[in-house]
């Protein structure tokens, strides 16, 4: 039996536009598990992973704003309460969903600590903006009063970035992949796992940063042993040249190949270059395919039909 | 192997007259960390539960205050919020506690739903207080707007009330015991859990409403087949006559004893009441022994050195 990682991106939970109402979520979520109850009816053995960017958000404003009556969390936390509210719409959604097709299987959320190295060079260099805008008075003092980083967004205002330090390995992942192993459905690893780090004596402790979700589904597909990994996105696949009259889709390429593309510079930091780096560690540890594609294609692309098929070679 | 379900009282989290940020919780889950790691080492297979009162207390009050920026969440997505929390900072505690004492052994949150019956008659007469006090004028309104129920709280204000059904089934069991069953360390069913009722087709939906921990700590028991089930708190047992001259504290006690004891009304509704009522539930569907100890006691409360201990007969 096939073992797949899904890599859910953020238009699985969210649509473009949408301001976040758990109407808008339920629905978009359910939409994504009758996606996912397919591949099952298929055969195949699903773990899921999702982004959380704009729940985080939502929760960290919440925070925010909310400052003088509760004490504001820091993002460590956050980033759990979000793995909770997203996990628990998924597994409840996708248990419906299945149900629908008559299938009984169990499915659970695992709250998911990824652990990364501390000293990885991004926590020098923060570079992933989280959260709203605010003017400059308001991120001077943030800056002063919390030591957090703060740049401006080409005149659109201020805006917190933290590290994106480069995922090692699931904490959880034995307790994952006995649940894989199981038949059950797992979702874990939500918004690429809270990020942690292990001092000498192996404690552990949250960091304030923000892991990529493709880079932390590749750490994720390799705990649990998955042959495929499959990113689904709001895009048909990666493609070479975007955006330009040479634009040119990828369909089925070797590995080489794409290496050969990114070294090139085609795929665009923070939206197609993550997701490439992350199917080229995947087959480069051991995965038989990669797999780019439209969420609402998963089916097709693992037919090859549609999405961009990455194999070894 | 002793299997026990721990089903953890407010005061792991949160002491009496703190805010709730992130030290003092980190701080006293370190401190039931430790507890819950010589549980451990003294050979116990162990399964956590925990209260979640004040957590989406704080995560409701977040949502109120920013709703004019960020959409309020219905009080189940709160829930699964909490869960998130409370379990990423139990999960790496938990395990940097076993480190400490050289054990090596997975600890994992699973989100959890509990099914509730949707004729359950606890929907037609919500009790439970949730959130904080507001004024005359609030109250109304949020009736009239949402249809919420508020009620007056002898002149502290008025305070929003949901029902507390009686929790029937744990929705992530299966996965849940399956980990147990590998030795796994599992934090679960969080506030009793996310409650969820039925159609007449099986599709699950939340439901605004509140499940009682410890009577939520009785399902999970059950489900994982434990054979103790132990219920940590702020006070030493149960007493009957409690706060009078005639106050006697229960050491071992048979189950008709206790009971007995109960019919004639010794134990407080919303305070001691459901954790007998969760320990004659447990020893009625099988159980071994049940156990109402202070926090800082579980391993003399094994013992059978403090606490009430409750044994079938």
Not at 202 to 224: N, Q, Y
Not at 226 to 238: C, E, H, P, S
């Amino acid at each position: 039996m096939r073992t797949i990682v899904v890599a859910l991106g953020g238009n699985a939970i969210l649509q473009r536009g949408e301001k976040g109402t758990a109407e808008e979520q339920r629905k978009n979520v359910k939409m994504t598990a009758s996606q996912i109850a397919s591949l099952v009816k298929d055969g195949y053995r699903v773990v899921i992973t999702h982004g959380n960017g704009p729940q985080v958000g939502n929760i960290l404003i919440q925070n925010e704003v909310a400052r003088g009556e509760v004490p504001a969390m820091p993002m460590d936390i956050c980033g759990a309460e979000s793995q909770g509210m997203i996990g628990y719409m998924m597994q409840m959604s996708i248990r419906n969903a299945l149900r629908e097709i008559g299938l009984d299987i169990p499915v659970v959320t695992v709250v998911t600590q990824t652990l990364v190295d501390r000293q990885d060079p991004a926590f020098l260099n923060p570079t992933k903006p989280v959260g709203p805008f605010y003017d400059e008075r308001w991120a001077r003092e943030r800056q002063e009063k919390y030591g957090e980083t703060w740049v401006e967004d080409s005149g659109r205002g201020w805006r917190r970035v933290v590290p994106s330090p480069d995922p090692k390995l699931i904490i959880e992942g034995e307790s994952i992949k006995a649940l894989v192993d199981k038949g059950h459905i797992v979702i874990s690893t939500g918004g690429g796992g809270i990020p942690v780090i292990q001092d000498e004596n192996g404690v552990l402790s949250g960091v304030e940063a923000v892991i990529d979700k493709d880079l932390g589904a590749e750490r994720l597909a390799v705990a649990v042993g998955a042959d495929t990994l499959m990113i689904l996105t709001d895009v048909n696949g990666a493609a070479i040249n975007y955006g330009t009259t040479e634009e040119r889709w990828l369909g089925k390429v070797t590995l080489s190949e794409l290496k050969k593309f990114e070294k090139e510079g085609h795929f665009k930091k923070g939206s197609m270059g993550p997701k490439v780096a992350a199917i080229i560690r995947f087959l480069e540890h051991g995965g038989e395919q990669g797999i780019i594609a439209s969420l609402d294609k998963a089916i097709p692309a693992l037919r090859g039909e549609t999405g961009t098929l990455v194999v070894p070679g």
